[in-house]
């Protein structure tokens, strides 16, 4: 059972406009929820985080949205640029553990 | 120097081989954690550690073991290769600190490709 889900494989995106990757969960018990980012032949890098209380954190660009009665979360970035291309995975924690998302490849081009 | 080191970075063995893939870790964290990343699945957790002493399957443990041999360093095993195991491995360790004093940010280590023919 995928208990974190990202629907959208692949974005493309022109550059400064906005890319929005979405996120849903089924596990009601999630109480912060987090975003990372993946270049080719790196690791993943933690980008953002949001509380369950919250509904919303922004930080510079990037922008994460929490809907709890949808169990849906969304990253906004604003605006894109070619270096945000890359693989982006949501997660939540369950457990002391981190469940992550199947990932969205976003493309920014010029 | 990465704070979370993964060797070797790229492998390609035969099926039946033991491959070991190593991390070691310097930020000091007491939890540890052995992901695979393939295409269209994500990031799945094999097995983790949260100090020396403390082993746990994961959603895939299946064909793999791991060694806690110190607190910086999490090996993890493949005893016999098989071809389904080819992937990008990951290292990630975390420390308490994260929101709510429970496992926040994990610090991921630049992968081990392994290719099982």
């Known amino acids: 059972d995928q208990q974190v889900k990202q629907n959208s494989p692949s974005l493309s995106v022109q550059e400064g406009r906005i890319s929005i990757l979405n996120c849903d969960y089924t596990?009601?018990?999630?109480?912060?929820f987090l975003w990372y980012k993946k270049y080719p032949a790196e690791g993943p890098t933690f980008l953002i985080s949001i509380s369950s209380i919250k509904d919303k954190n922004e930080d510079g660009r990037f922008t994460v949205f929490l809907n709890k009665s949808a169990k849906h979360l969304s990253l906004h970035i604003v605006p894109s640029q070619p270096g945000d291309s890359a693989v982006y995975f949501c997660a939540g924690p369950q457990n002391d553990k981190l469940i992550f998302g199947t990932g969205t490849r976003l493309q920014v081009f010029p | 120097d990465a704070d979370v080191t993964q060797t070797p970075r790229n492998r390609i063995t035969k099926t039946g081989k033991r491959i070991m893939l190593e991390c070691s870790q310097t930020k000091g964290h007491d939890r540890m954690y052995w992901y695979r990343q393939d295409p269209g699945l994500g990031l799945r957790l094999i097995y983790y550690s949260f100090d020396v002493k403390d082993i746990n399957k994961g959603e895939i443990s299946d064909g793999y073991s791991v060694s806690r041999q110190a607190q910086a360093k999490f090996s993890l095993s493949l005893e016999s290769a098989i071809p389904n195991q080819t992937a990008l491995y990951f290292c990630a360790t975390s420390d308490l600190k994260g929101l709510g004093g429970r496992t926040g940010e994990l610090f991921f280590g630049e992968g081990s490709r392994l290719t099982v023919l």
């Open positions: 596990n009601s018990m999630f109480d912060y």
